[in-house]
C-alpha cells in the first residue's frame, strides 16, 4: 500500500459515506481510507480556509486531527440498535 503524504483527518463515519460527501469539492483530498469499523481517514493538504470548510462538510459527526480522539462510541456502532445504546446508558 502506498504511504501518502499529507495531513490526516479522522471522521466518524465509514469511507464510502466519506466520498460521497466530499464528491465535487477539492479541499485537496488525495486519498480517503477506512480507519476502522465506521471511522475513516482523509488524507489531504488542505490548509486555512480549505479545511475549515472540509471540516464543515462534517459537522454533524466526530472529526478529529489525531486517531486517539476518535474512540468508537456506542452510537457509531451500525449493528446496534437504539434500544441497545440506551440501556447501555442507563447502566453507567
Given at each position: 500500500?502506498?504511504?501518502y503524504k499529507?495531513?490526516?483527518?479522522?471522521?466518524?463515519?465509514?469511507?464510502?459515506?466519506?466520498r460521497?460527501?466530499l464528491?465535487?469539492?477539492?479541499?485537496?483530498?488525495?486519498?480517503v481510507?477506512?480507519?476502522?469499523?465506521?471511522q475513516?481517514?482523509?488524507?489531504h493538504?488542505?490548509t486555512?480556509?480549505?479545511?475549515?470548510q472540509?471540516?464543515q462538510l462534517?459537522?454533524?459527526v466526530?472529526?478529529?486531527?489525531?486517531e486517539a480522539?476518535?474512540?468508537?462510541?456506542?452510537e457509531?456502532?451500525?449493528?446496534?440498535?437504539?434500544d441497545?445504546?440506551?440501556?447501555d446508558a442507563?447502566?453507567d
Amino acid at each position: 500500500m502506498k504511504n501518502y503524504k499529507g495531513l490526516r483527518l479522522y471522521i466518524g463515519l465509514g469511507p464510502s459515506k466519506v466520498r460521497r460527501r466530499l464528491k465535487g469539492h477539492g479541499f485537496g483530498v488525495k486519498k480517503v481510507q477506512s480507519a476502522g469499523r465506521n471511522q475513516a481517514v482523509v488524507i489531504h493538504t488542505a490548509t486555512g480556509d480549505h479545511l475549515r470548510q472540509l471540516k464543515q462538510l462534517f459537522a454533524d459527526v466526530r472529526v478529529s486531527d489525531s486517531e486517539a480522539e476518535i474512540s468508537r462510541s456506542l452510537e457509531n456502532l451500525g449493528d446496534l440498535g437504539p434500544d441497545t445504546t440506551r440501556a447501555d446508558a442507563k447502566r453507567d
